[in-house]
């Protein structure tokens, strides 16, 4: 599945917020939080709506970042209502500097990946990391993740997007 595809469509809102919440690694700790939005469909690849944030009970340290489950849940639901946007995955960052998924964030994607309950044949991981020691710009590289692979994808910020565009 990750294969065939090379791009992911992200709202120049969502990257907006990624940016801003990734500032808050310049304490050394990742941060993150999930993506939504919509699967590849007819209408072309991934498109990446809403990114939210850690959350107020998240888990941030050097190497690794837990988000706040209940907080997610509870965005999740009034993402979906308000435009029926899905989870597609999730952020972070690397404060050291690394563009690709970890050994750690790949064991985590295979779980949410077999997570019956979830439902992902794929995920969207987008890595972000610091262009400048004070996290005023960040670079973002977008990743497609199945059982089988991981794939750097291109990204196009779009200004604004429809649900299911």
């Known amino acids: 599945m990750c294969e065939e595809l090379n791009v992911v469509r992200i709202t120049s809102s969502a990257i907006d917020v990624i940016a ?7 304490d050394g700790n990742e941060t993150g939080g999930a993506l939504f939005g919509f699967d590849a469909s007819v209408h072309g690849p991934p498109l990446v709506t809403h990114a939210l944030g850690p959350g107020p009970r998240a888990i941030r340290e ?21 435009s029926s946007a899905q989870w597609i995955g999730e952020w972070h960052t690397h404060p050291g ?9 790949l064991v985590a994607y295979l779980r949410h990946l077999k997570d019956p309950e979830l439902g992902f044949e794929m ?10 020691s004070e996290w005023r710009e960040v670079g973002v590289v977008a990743w497609a993740v199945d059982q089988q692979s991981a794939r750097m994808l291109e990204i196009d910020v779009r200004q604004e997007a429809a649900a299911g565009e």
């Open 20 to 26: 801003r919440e990734a500032r808050r690694s310049l």
């Open 62 to 82: 050097p190497k690794r970042f837990l988000r706040d489950l209940e907080y997610t849940r509870a965005a999740a639901e009034a993402i979906h209502e308000e």
């Open 97 to 105: 500097g690394a563009q690709e998924p970890s050994e750690a964030d």
């Open 123 to 132: 995920l969207i991981s987008c890595i972000v990391v610091p262009v400048d």
